[in-house]
T-cell receptor
Framework: NAGVTQTPKFQVLKTGQSMTLQCAQD?????MYWYRQDPGMGLRLIYY???????DKGEVPNGYNVSRLNKREFSLRLESAAPSQTSVYFC????????????FGPGTRLTVL | AQSVSQHNHHVILSEAASLELGCNYS??????LFWYVQYPGQHLQLLLK??????LVKGIKGFEAEFIKSKFSFNLRKPSVQWSDTAEYFC????????????FGTGTQLKVEL
C-alpha cells in the first residue's frame, strides 16, 4: 500500500517548456488535490477533483491545467512554464467523507529557469 | 471565505522545553481543524485533527491541541519537545459546507536544540 505517489521527484525546466506532473493514489479515495508550497506562504490549492470526472479551481489555478484520468490518477500540467512556477508541488487525496483527512504525496520540486 | 493565521513563524526551543504554537482561523460556520507536520525533506503528515466532541484532541508523538470556539483557536501543544520534533508545522481548516478544500496557515518552523 504505497498511499500517494508522485513523479517526478525533481524537474528543471526552461521558461516556456511544458510538462505534466503525475499523481496516483491506491486508497480508493474519491477526492484528489494539487497544492504548491512556497517559502513563507504555506500550501496553496491549485486545483482539486471532488470525484472522478470533476475538477475545480482552487486558490491559484492560473497557468495550470489538470486531468482526473480515473479514480486513481490526477495529473497537473504546466503548458508554458514561468519562473514564478518554481515551487514544490504536492498531490493529496481524501475519502471525501465526514472526516475528510487529506493524505499527501512526497512532492515534486520544480525549478523553472 | 476561510483563512488561517499562524502567529509564530520561527520558534527555537531547547530539548525538554514546552511547546505551544498558535493557530487562529476565520470561518463563520462549523469547521474541521488539522495540524500537519513536515519533517525536513519529507511530505506532510497528519499530527491530529478535530471534527466534533471533546475539544482537547490528542495526536501522535505526544502532541495535543485544544479547540476554543469562542477564540477561533486551535493551538498545538507538547509538554516536552525532543530534537526529533524539529520540523515545520501547519495548521489547516476545512469549513463544513465549503467543500473538501483545506486552507493552510503559512507554517511555523520549529527548531529544537540539544
Amino acid at each position: 500500500n504505497a498511499g500517494v505517489t508522485q513523479t517526478p521527484k525533481f524537474q528543471v525546466l526552461k521558461t516556456g517548456q511544458s510538462m505534466t506532473l503525475q499523481c496516483a493514489q491506491d486508497m480508493n479515495h474519491n477526492s484528489m488535490y494539487w497544492y504548491r508550497q512556497d517559502p513563507g506562504m504555506g500550501l496553496r490549492l491549485i486545483y482539486y477533483s471532488a470525484s472522478e470526472g470533476t475538477t475545480d479551481k482552487g486558490e491559484v489555478p492560473n497557468g495550470y491545467n489538470v486531468s482526473r484520468l480515473n479514480k486513481r490518477e490526477f495529473s497537473l500540467r504546466l503548458e508554458s512554464a514561468a519562473p514564478s512556477q518554481t515551487s514544490v508541488y504536492f498531490c493529496a487525496s481524501s475519502d471525501g467523507g465526514i472526516t475528510d483527512t487529506q493524505y499527501f504525496g512526497p512532492g515534486t520540486r520544480l525549478t523553472v529557469l | 471565505a476561510q483563512s488561517v493565521s499562524q502567529h509564530n513563524h520561527h520558534v527555537i526551543l531547547s530539548e525538554a522545553a514546552s511547546l505551544e504554537l498558535g493557530c487562529n482561523y476565520s470561518y463563520g460556520g462549523t469547521v474541521n481543524l488539522f495540524w500537519y507536520v513536515q519533517y525536513p525533506g519529507q511530505h506532510l503528515q497528519l499530527l491530529l485533527k478535530y471534527f466534533s466532541g471533546d475539544p482537547l484532541v490528542k495526536g501522535i508523538k505526544g502532541f495535543e491541541a485544544e479547540f476554543i470556539k469562542s477564540k477561533f483557536s486551535f493551538n498545538l501543544r507538547k509538554p516536552s519537545v525532543q530534537w526529533s520534533d524539529t520540523a515545520e508545522y501547519f495548521c489547516a481548516v476545512n469549513g463544513k459546507g465549503g467543500g473538501n478544500k483545506l486552507t493552510f496557515g503559512t507554517g511555523t518552523q520549529l527548531k529544537v536544540e540539544l
